[in-house]
Nanobody, 121 residues
């Protein structure tokens, strides 16, 4: 069993900052990639940022220069530092990870339960 637990969401004014965290736990043999998606009301879920190998990152154009993804491999945790937040960043943010299960040794994509980020204007 693998579990992803997010934290750090909340309400912030435009221009403010938030830091999201996501910790993976359970039957983990290895993690290939971790990332963040978001879904605003009435919109499709979209990739925000992803990190592989601990230092290879990619970002959605809409967040480049404002958001930074990082990871702590020892803690199986990924972070998303969000600066200069805009009202259009309002969404539920989901953590995802590509994890090899220590029991079955099979790979799977896992998702957290989501954390709400609301940016007021």
């Amino acid at each position: 069993q693998v579990r992803l637990v997010e934290s750090g969401g909340g309400l912030v004014q435009a221009g403010g900052s938030l830091r999201l965290s996501c910790a993976a736990s359970g039957s983990i043999f290895s993690i290939n990639a971790m990332g963040w998606y978001r879904q605003a009301p009435g919109k499709q879920r979209e990739l925000v940022a992803a990190i592989t190998g601990g230092d290879n990152t990619n970002y959605a154009d809409s967040v480049k220069g404002r958001f930074t993804i990082s990871s702590d491999n020892a803690k199986n945790t990924v972070y998303l530092q969000m600066n200069s937040l805009k009202p259009e960043d309002t969404a539920v943010y989901y953590c995802t990870a590509s994890i090899r299960n220590s029991g079955s040794r099979s790979w799977g994509n896992y998702w957290g339960q989501g954390t709400q980020v609301t940016v007021s204007s």
